[in-house]
């Protein structure tokens, strides 16, 4: 099945955490590639004035006291009413240039379009991450039989009506929860090589913590769906 969605069919979504450092520059890459026509939703928490830059630039705005990455996103994409949404993080990482490319791949009848990042090496990635979204992905990939790349990326394309047939349950770990579930009940993803850029404004995640909770969430997101499957 193929689709012809424009970018007026296209919302760009994500959660905002004292980005004032990237948020504008986020917004305005956003703007440039999809001659403003996308819309742009921000689930926020901020101290700093990340809201109001978000504003001043157009975005929509929701308002939620910080409670994590997952709790964010996943009021981030049950949000908006365009049948086309993807996912970004707001430290400028992440390129809008590929926002064409996972739109094209929407059309000829992906549901999950997931940028992988580590295709080119990722190598403004600091090595820990970078060994350890490798990890991850190998572990994601042993789990639900199928291999996948970048198991944990911020950067994904996905057709709203899955977005609401899924309950999603993880926090921390929800990215990779996102990719997981419809990889294991049998919808379209397409893996992306997309480039990946040095942050802008410092990272709020413990990566010992944190990952270490995406680990737990890959395996209980991935036993989960295998019962599912034998019923």
Sequence with gaps: MSYDYTFDDLAVVMGTYNEEAAIGTVLDDIERVTDGRAEVVCVDGSS??????ARERGAR????????????????VLTPDRPVV???????????EALPEFLEFVNDGYDVVSGDRLYHGAEAMPAFNRAGNAAFALLASALCGRRVHDTTTGMRAYRR???HRITWTENTGLSAELLIRPL????????????YRERAGETKLDPLAGGAAIAKSIVKVCLEERRRQLG
Excluded: N, S
Aim: charged share 35%; glycine share 6%; aromatic share 6%.
């Design 184 to 195: 294991m009940r049998g919808y379209r993803v397409r893996e992306v090589p997309i480039e």
């Design 86 to 96: 993807v996912t970004t993080d707001c430290d400028d990482t992440y390129p809008m």
């Design 161 to 163: 009506d899955l977005l």
């Design 48 to 53: 700093d004035r990340t809201p109001d830059i």
């Design 61 to 76: 705005v929701v308002e939620q006291e910080p409670q994590g990455y997952g709790v964010a996103v996943k009021e981030a």
